[in-house]
Nanobody, 127 residues
Framework: QVRLVESGGGLVQPGGSLRLSCAAS????????IAWFRQAPGKEREGLSC????????YYTDSVKGRFTISRDIAKNTVYLQMNSLKPEDTAVYYC????????????????????WGQGTQVTVSS
């Protein structure tokens, strides 16, 4: 059983940056894939980025490629999402998810169910 807690959201101006954290407890993330999703009001949940925790392979959707970076701190059992060049359309609740079955399936992150989810953190991009 894995418990995920996101943090780092907030209000930022367009063009600004934020770093989200997804801290895990209850189990080591070594055997998991971790992904970041977001959901804006009135929109479907969108998969953004995914990493296999053990080898650090990463995947990004086109909407965030080049602006967002997923990384992990093995010692802290934590995954990060560095978000740069933020736009108003990035405003959403951001969630992290973990699933052992998703290792090597990151390209399908938006199409398959994930076992564990965090509670979400709000990101608002506005001037």
């Amino acid at each position: 059983q894995v418990r995920l807690v996101e943090s780092g959201g907030g209000l930022v101006q367009p063009g600004g940056s934020l770093r989200l954290s997804c801290a895990a407890s209850g189990d080591s993330l070594d055997a998991y894939a971790i992904a970041w999703f977001r959901q804006a009001p009135g929109k479907e949940r969108e998969g953004l980025s995914c990493t296999s925790y053990s080898d650090g392979n990463t995947y990004y959707t086109d909407s965030v490629k080049g602006r967002f970076t997923i990384s992990r701190d093995i010692a802290k059992n934590t995954v990060y999402l560095q978000m740069n060049s933020l736009k108003p359309e990035d405003t959403a609740v951001y969630y992290c998810a973990a699933d052992q079955r998703m290792v090597r399936l990151c390209t399908l992150m938006g199409e398959l169910p994930w076992d564990y989810w965090g509670q979400g953190t709000q990101v608002t991009v506005s001037s």
